[in-house]
């Protein structure tokens, strides 16, 4: 074993000092560390993967309710980056947190703004925020809008001028018919006047009277219905208090219905239990499309009033009353049910996108578009048009998306159950609440495989596929995960049909008793560290440690990219500068896959090495000579391909 470790240690160029530890496996441990972890709100039992915690650190005190860990007040959403500050959103506000020592994220401001669910993001000095919930306010009360139509309301793009990031200004507020539940800053690269901001929203349809001009109507009754589109927002940077919407791109018009999976048999066995035991305690249940249902309590108050009311009567609904209702309960939903169908029209394909990822440097974006992978063409950001989409009937609501840094590959998230319920049980199947791998040609994307977390959770743990980035390997597709309270998982996709995991990080359920809404939001790699947003937890600090699936040159290699500014949605092309750690990782992942003979890869860190002593016009030579070696290499190489990108990463250092 010993002498096994040695040899894979020095087949993949590690060095290390005395008494330090590096596991070279690559078999996952097992039992999973993960199974049966102690349950705790910050004090829950950790298990950790080839990567270490580096800090957690607890939410400010106006975005924590100590006295309820499950207060759906308080959630902590997605996060963006601008320098050394991470901003995090709250379905109460926002959250900057300056990480300039990942050991002591230091809180720097924290501003109370409800408005679920507060998506954020940056660019240069302008700070965006979403709002779709009923109680946000244009002027970031705590008081909420108590009244059905309001012009107190804000639903769509808070935007913020972050100059002085400790005290940003409000600039205006840019409102749309459905609010904003995500959205995407959308760089073009011949526009430096503006940026742009595609909203996606999936709040109902707002009232006219409260914005004119919003319609919930099918398409064929009024073209200008605020159903099948996004918005797209023109900000001028000169004059960012003009921002508008310029235009309201219908991307998915005319797409069929999508099919989905049913419910697993777990849920609607509970499902059921849960209507008969409503029934027996004398609950108003109903059997809406096949199965019988709870029937929500804003209908039974309204229907209580309306028979109360038609006997003359006020106060409290009487005995006579709730029979009554019981009695006609059936018929009443199967009417109201009907009536939807028909005001709605035919079946048809999603009515908005839950979140879009664009890739400028590409001209793409995936959109996830409810029940459709969508391709996009985002050549003319204000008018982003389909080219290609995707339907998967083991997907249930198709969630984000994720480029390949070539551009060769998009992955595809589904949030079936919506994020705060348990996706991720034994029971539960793996294609199912997963992430769907697709190669990318053209407009054609075709499904590879699926990548589900590898091991179950509790019943009491939310958990499905969510938000992630890439990780800067070059030569590799490997992806930072949040999967809720199934914590944050560290996968290899290079191979689209084999995607495997590398690294993980999981805390035990919040409540061993109940499901509480917790864990990763999102987990992203900027600038060295993997940060992760935990909705109810605060802020976590990961980094990734060297293993048998990942060396410290290809760790260090990723170090090099540097970040100004991230938001996840909005890719930036990954180039590494010229480096020798850039040159060993590819020699190091060539050792790992027999890509290229012992003695050659032995032969060319020597080189390398002797290099790397010399200067000027000797340090070139030997470098281009190195090069030129790697090149007619190639030719009987296992994997050609890796030693040309190895040999180009050399003559780049030679220049």
Excluded at 26 to 34: F, G, L, M, Y
Aim: hydrophobic share 40%; charged share 20%.
């Amino acid at each position: 074993m010993r002498t096994t470790s040695l040899i894979a240690a020095a087949a993949l160029g590690l060095t290390a000092c005395a008494g330090s530890k590096v596991n070279m496996s690559t078999t996952a441990p097992s039992p999973d560390p993960r199974v049966g972890l102690r349950a705790g709100w910050m004090n829950a039992a950790e298990a950790a993967w080839n990567v270490r915690l580096v800090s957690t650190t607890p939410p400010s005190e106006h975005f924590i309710n100590r006295a309820n860990p499950g207060d759906f007040s308080f959630i902590n959403s997605d996060i963006s980056f601008a320098g050394n500050y991470v901003i995090q959103g709250n379905f109460a506000g926002v959250q900057v947190w300056d990480i300039s020592n990942p050991k002591r994220p230091r809180l720097h401001r924290a501003f109370v703004c409800p408005g679920s669910q507060s998506d954020v993001s940056v660019y240069r000095k302008l700070l965006f925020v979403s709002g779709e919930a009923l109680n946000g306010r244009t002027d970031c009360g705590t008081q909420g809008v108590n009244d059905t139509v309001s012009h107190d309301r804000l639903r769509g793009i808070r935007i913020f001028d972050i100059t002085d990031i400790a005290n940003p200004r409000p600039i205006t507020e840019v409102q749309t018919c459905r609010g904003s539940h995500t959205h995407t800053v959308v760089t073009a690269p011949g526009d430096t006047d503006n940026v742009y901001i595609y909203v996606s929203g999936s709040a109902p349809v707002r009232s006219p009277s409260e914005l004119p001009g919003c319609s919930a109507a099918p398409l064929d009754s009024n073209p200008n219905s605020a159903l099948f589109r996004i918005e797209v927002i023109q900000v001028p940077l000169a004059h960012p208090e003009q921002a508008h919407v310029v235009s309201s791109p219908r991307i998915f018009q005319d797409l069929g219905p999508p099919v989905r999976h049913g419910e697993a048999p777990e849920d609607i066995a509970a499902a059921q239990r849960a209507a008969d035991s409503a029934r027996a305690h004398g609950g108003f249940v109903a059997t809406i499309n096949g199965r019988d249902a709870i029937v929500f309590g804003g209908f039974i108050h309204d229907q209580l009033d309306s028979l109360m009311k038609a006997r003359g009567g006020s106060g409290t609904p009487s005995a006579a009353d709730t029979a009554t209702l019981h009695a006609n309960l059936q018929q009443l939903v199967t009417a109201r049910v009907e009536a939807n169908r028909r005001r709605q029209g035919p079946p048809t394909g999603p009515t908005q996108c839950h979140d879009i990822t664009v890739y400028p440097a590409i001209g793409l974006a995936g959109g996830a578009c409810g029940g459709y992978g969508l391709l996009l063409d985002i050549r003319d950001p204000t008018n982003p048009r389909r080219i290609g989409a995707a339907a998967d009937s083991n997907f249930s609501f198709w969630h984000s998306a994720t480029f390949n840094n070539d551009g060769t590959k998009i992955l595809f998230t589904d949030e079936w159950g919506g994020g705060l319920q348990p996706r991720c049980r034994v029971t539960d199947k793996p294609e199912w609440g997963a992430n769907a791998i697709f190669t990318l040609s053209g407009t054609t994307m075709t499904f590879k495989s699926y990548y589900k977390l590898p091991v179950a959770q509790t019943s009491n743990e939310n958990c499905v596929a969510h938000n992630g980035t890439l990780i800067p390997i070059p030569g590799r597709d490997v992806m930072a995960q949040g999967w809720y309270q199934g914590g944050i998982s560290v996968f290899d996709w290079t191979d689209p049909v084999h995607p495997r995991e590398i690294a993980f990080f999981d805390r035990g359920p919040m409540d061993s008793t109940k499901l509480l809404g917790a864990g990763s939001w999102s987990a992203y790699w900027y600038n060295g560290y993997i940060i992760s947003s935990e909705i109810a937890r605060g802020l976590d600090i990961f980094e990734l440690t060297p293993s048998g699936f990942l060396s410290q040159n290809e760790i260090d290699a990723a170090k090099l990219i540097h970040f100004d500014y991230l938001n996840a949605q909005d890719q930036q092309q990954l180039v590494w500068p010229a480096s020798p750690v850039v040159a060993r990782a590819y020699l190091d992942q060539l050792a790992r896959a027999n890509g290229l003979a012992v003695e050659k890869i032995a032969a060319a860190r020597q080189a390398l090495v002797r290099a790397e002593k010399l200067s000027g016009q000797a340090r070139k030579d030997a470098l281009s000579q190195l090069a030129a070696q790697l090149t007619g290499d190639a030719a009987g190489a296992a994997d050609p391909a890796k030693v040309r990108t190895l040999a180009a990463a050399v003559t780049d250092l030679a220049k």
